[in-house]
C-alpha cells in the first residue's frame, strides 16, 4: 500500500477544513489521524521520484479544475469521502501489499478507515440530505475516473516499485489540490 505523503497532507488539510468549515462535527482526534497518516505515508516511500522520472504521468486530477465557486462546502464532504475511499482501495490491493513495509501500510490503511468512518458521519449530521446535485455526481464521477486511469497505469507497469512511486507521489498532489479547493471555499464564504 503505497501511501502519498500528499495524500496524508491532503487528508489532515481537508479534515481540518471539513471540521471547522463545513458544518460538520468531526471528532477533535480526527486532525491528529490525519497528521499520522501523513507521516506514515511519509515513511513509505522507497525511491526517489527522480529516479522514476521516465514513469511519470498526468492522470488529469479533476478537482485541479473545479472552480470554488462551482461547488458547495456541503458538496466537498462527499467527494473528500469518495476521495478517500478510492484511496483506500487502491493501498489495500494484493499488489499494493507486496509493494510496501506491511506494518506501515497497515496503520496507514487503518488511518485512512478512520477519516473514512469521521466522513460518513459528517454526512449524516448534514441535514440537507437531498439528491446530490449534477456537478456533485459529476465530481463523483470524474473522482472514480481519475482512480481507474491510476488503476490501468499501475497494471500496465506491472505495479513496479517505480510506477507505485508515482502514484504515491500523484495521490500527494491530488489530496493537496483538493485541499486548496477547500481552503478557497473556506475563504469565500468568510
Same mark, same amino acid.
Given at each position: 500500500?503505497a ?9 489532515v488539510v481537508m ?5 471547522c468549515c ?6 477533535q482526534?480526527?486532525? /491528529? ?6 507521516t *506514515?505515508?511519509a !515513511?513509505? @516511500?522507497? &525511491?526517489s521520484?527522480?529516479s522514476c522520472l521516465?514513469?511519470r504521468?498526468?492522470f488529469?486530477?479533476p478537482?485541479?479544475?473545479v472552480?470554488?465557486q462551482q461547488i458547495q462546502?456541503a458538496?466537498?464532504i462527499?467527494?473528500?469521502q469518495?476521495l478517500?475511499q478510492?484511496v ?6 494484493d499488489?499494493?501489499?507486496?509493494a510496501?513495509?506491511?506494518? /506501515?501500510l ?5 488511518g *485512512?478507515f478512520? !477519516?473514512l @468512518?469521521? &466522513? ?7 441535514v440537507e440530505l437531498?439528491?446530490p446535485?449534477?456537478s456533485?455526481?459529476?465530481s ?7 482512480f481507474y486511469r ?7 507497469k506491472k505495479?513496479s516499485?517505480?510506477a507505485w512511486?508515482?502514484?504515491?507521489a500523484?495521490?500527494?498532489r491530488a489530496?493537496s489540490?483538493?485541499?486548496n479547493?477547500l481552503?478557497?471555499l473556506?475563504e469565500?464564504?468568510?
Amino acid at each position: 500500500m503505497a501511501r502519498p505523503c500528499a495524500l496524508l497532507t491532503f487528508l489532515v488539510v481537508m479534515h481540518y477544513w471539513s471540521s471547522c468549515c463545513l458544518g460538520c462535527d468531526l471528532p477533535q482526534t480526527h486532525h /491528529l489521524r490525519s497528521k499520522r497518516v501523513s507521516t *506514515l505515508l511519509a !515513511q513509505m @516511500r522507497r &525511491l526517489s521520484p527522480l529516479s522514476c522520472l521516465k514513469d511519470r504521468k498526468d492522470f488529469a486530477f479533476p478537482l485541479e479544475k473545479v472552480d470554488a465557486q462551482q461547488i458547495q462546502k456541503a458538496q466537498a464532504i462527499p467527494v473528500l469521502q469518495e476521495l478517500t475511499q478510492q484511496v483506500l482501495i487502491l493501498f489495500t490491493s494484493d499488489q499494493s501489499f507486496a509493494a510496501w513495509e506491511t506494518s /506501515l501500510l497497515h496503520t496507514f490503511c487503518d488511518g *485512512l478507515f478512520q !477519516q473514512l @468512518r469521521d &466522513l460518513q458521519a459528517c454526512l449524516m449530521q448534514q441535514v440537507e440530505l437531498q439528491e446530490p446535485s449534477s456537478s456533485q455526481k459529476d465530481s463523483l464521477v470524474a473522482v472514480r475516473n481519475y482512480f481507474y486511469r491510476i488503476t490501468v497505469y499501475l497494471k500496465e507497469k506491472k505495479h513496479s516499485p517505480c510506477a507505485w512511486e508515482v502514484v504515491r507521489a500523484e495521490v500527494w498532489r491530488a489530496l493537496s489540490s483538493s485541499a486548496n479547493l477547500l481552503a478557497r471555499l473556506s475563504e469565500e464564504k468568510n
